[in-house]
């Protein structure tokens, strides 16, 4: 294991440890969460509850390796416990999350401010123009829509005059 995912298994242990500390009778069977790297763009961390797992975005671990191990790993292991140990009502960044992370000693904050410029990942994204009964307005579909409606699986209707859609021909594309 290289240097660097040791000091993450570390990490991970410890708050593990703290939290199995605090709620021993809810977290005596629960197992260390598996990690991966596999994160992308701007967001640090992903908790999956169900199946016990964290996701890191590495160029961001790489760049903020200590914020890293202080805030977002804990704030991820924190998504974990709360669920585990206050079910439904511990997912999300509501009070139950909010308790678990001061009980590790950390402030709660919901999102980071990691320099995110060099991660952010340009997407072109594309939508059909579509036009129904109104005063010369063009309605924009994705192109999920879009197949559905030219597979014939449904109609889409204008919400104001109520008419059904119908291609323009023209297809709107911008990177953002």
């Known amino acids: 294991m290289s240097n660097l995912a040791e000091e993450i298994s570390d990490c991970i242990d410890r708050f593990v440890s703290i939290a199995k500390q605090s709620w021993p009778n809810k977290l005596k069977d629960w197992n260390k969460p598996f ?12 908790a999956y509850y169900k199946a016990n797992k964290i996701h890191l975005n590495h160029g961001l671990l790489i760049r903020n390796k200590q914020d890293f191990l202080s805030q977002t790993i804990p704030h991820e292991i924190a998504h974990l416990v709360a669920f585990r140990v206050f079910g439904e009502s511990g997912i999300g960044h509501g009070k139950e999350w909010k308790f678990v992370m001061r009980v590790f000693g950390i402030e709660p904050n919901r999102c980071h401010k990691y320099d995110v410029s060099e991660t952010k990942r340009k997407r072109t994204i594309k939508r059909y123009l579509f036009s129904c009964g109104c005063e010369s307005k063009l309605h924009e579909i994705t192109p999920q ?30 990177v953002q």
Request: net charge positive.
């Open 145 to 174: 829509q879009f197949e559905k409606v030219m597979q014939k699986k449904c109609d889409i209707s204008c919400r104001r005059c109520e008419k059904k859609l119908i291609f323009a021909g023209k297809i709107k594309t911008w």
């Open 35 to 46: 990690w991966c790297f596999n994160l992308q763009g701007t967001t640090a961390g992903l």
